[in-house]
């Protein structure tokens, strides 16, 4: 018995070791992850403390552009021609603002007695379109039998389209777009989809008959007198605004500037100003600014414009005057003949103008130093500071655009990404700050 019990205790024990053993396998085990962990740790925090070294503070070049340019608000002036009411009525205008018209257009109509202005409005359309049918019938149609010939007169109107798209001109646009529309509509006729000429004029007939017998107010057509933009909007600038008032143009003459806007009615009186036809081929921009932003502006610069409250475009334009100074401001004239959307309705604007832009690699101004006299700026090359030779192309106090073309020989170029030191402070070529 007492040898059983003692060998029973030997087994015991045996089992606890080998337990203990274990145990002791797995925290190694567990130990491993934390080990490495660490490791990791401690590699990045020796890292991070030989990157920054003294605190040495880097900015990566890259290419960039620095623009100058003064924001200001100002006027624009036009050739305008007011349209007045040929007798008292009813007011209906037939274009659409900022349509392109051109000399002898109707472009509304003056009626005696109050009508419905969408059955009238059918029935110049409708009279429109007959009157383009009929042109088209006493001319001979190249079409008739050439699908393909329309096919290549629509792609050659679409070039057309791109060309006045690039020069920033809109002033053919509405045409080209009507030409469009009409090849499309000949297309549509030759491949049968659409009713023959014959059977539209018919149906247009019969209802502007039908129409015409429902209305029997007289009315007296408004033509326009000269070719431009038409423009029911009359802000009561117009006189002071017009293109005879621009040798006047002073500080002063804008401070004082007065404006009446005119709330058309339909009912109107004879000689009332309905309307206005806008010159749609040059316009002048007239700003007030401060004596000593105006102090690059001269006469001849070209100069262009951003209007960024009626369009993300840029416009380019001719300084034409600086006036004299009155109280530490002039007033500035530009004159531009580039479209911009709503530039032949709007009387006030506010407009960036750019005198000049410059690009190339753009680091900030407080890296620049002078070594031997030369200017140049600090990068950190394999950890060591390198003083770099630059050609600085412009500095606004704030941010430098750098030229890549050296005056001087170096063995060492500013590239882009280049880390640039930005307080250099004590720094010297050779060092390392790293």
């Known amino acids: 018995m007492a040898d059983a019990t003692d060998r029973s205790g030997e087994v015991s024990d045996n089992k606890m070791r080998d337990r203990k053993r274990k145990r002791e396998k797995r925290r190694k085990l567990y130990a491993l992850p934390k080990f490495f962990l660490l490791f990791v740790l401690i590699f990045f ?33 036009r050739n305008q021609t007011m349209i007045t009411s040929p007798t008292d009525g009813y007011l209906q205008c037939v274009v659409d603002e900022g349509e392109r018209v051109k000399a002898g257009t109707v472009i509304g109509y003056v009626y005696q007695n109050e009508v419905d202005f969408a059955v009238t409005e059918e029935i110049d359309e409708i009279k429109s379109q007959i009157q383009e049918l009929e042109n088209e019938e006493n001319q001979t149609d190249a079409y008739a039998s050439s699908a393909a010939k329309v096919e290549l007169d629509i792609a050659a109107a679409g070039d057309g389209v791109k060309t006045v798209r690039s020069g920033a001109d809109m002033s053919q646009y509405q045409d080209i777009k009507s030409e469009i529309n009409d090849l499309i509509d000949k297309k549509r006729t030759i491949n049968g989809e659409q009713p023959s000429d014959e059977e539209r004029l018919d149906s247009l007939n019969r209802r502007l008959n039908e129409l015409e017998s429902g209305v029997t107010s007289a009315k007296t057509e408004i033509v326009a007198s000269v070719d431009g933009v038409f423009s029911t909007r009359i802000d009561g600038y117009e006189d002071a605004l017009s293109f005879g008032m621009l040798g006047s143009v002073t500080p002063s003459y804008l401070e004082d500037i007065n404006n009446e806007s005119v709330q058309l009615e339909d009912y109107v009186r004879s000689g009332e100003n309905i309307c206005k036809i ?3 081929y040059g316009w ?3 700003a007030e600014i401060d004596e000593a932003d105006a102090a690059g502006f001269s006469v001849n610069q070209s100069v262009d414009l951003r ?6 475009g840029v416009v380019s334009g001719t300084v034409t005057a600086v006036s004299h100074p ?15 959307e709503s530039i032949y309705s709007t009387s006030k604007a506010s407009a960036e103008i750019l005198t000049a832009s410059y690009s190339g690699i753009r680091v900030p101004s407080q890296c620049l130093r002078v070594v031997n006299d030369q200017q140049g700026v600090y990068v950190v090359r394999l950890d060591v500071a390198r003083f770099v030779p630059v050609n600085v192309v412009y500095n606004n106090r704030e941010w430098a655009i750098i030229s890549s073309n050296l005056s001087v020989q170096s063995d060492y170029y500013l590239e882009m990404y280049d880390e640039v030191i930005l307080d250099t402070s004590g720094v010297e070529d050779g060092e390392v700050v790293r």
């Open 45 to 77: 925090v020796i890292n991070l403390v030989f990157r920054t070294g003294n605190g040495t503070m880097t900015y990566t070049a890259v290419n960039g552009e620095i623009e100058e340019y003064v924001l200001t608000d100002g006027y624009v002036f």
């Open 278 to 280: 806008v010159d749609n």
């Open 284 to 286: 002048y921009f007239v």
């Open 307 to 312: 209007f960024y409250d009626l369009s993300d």
């Open 326 to 340: 009155e109280r530490g401001k002039v007033a500035v004239t530009v004159y531009s003949t580039k479209y911009v």
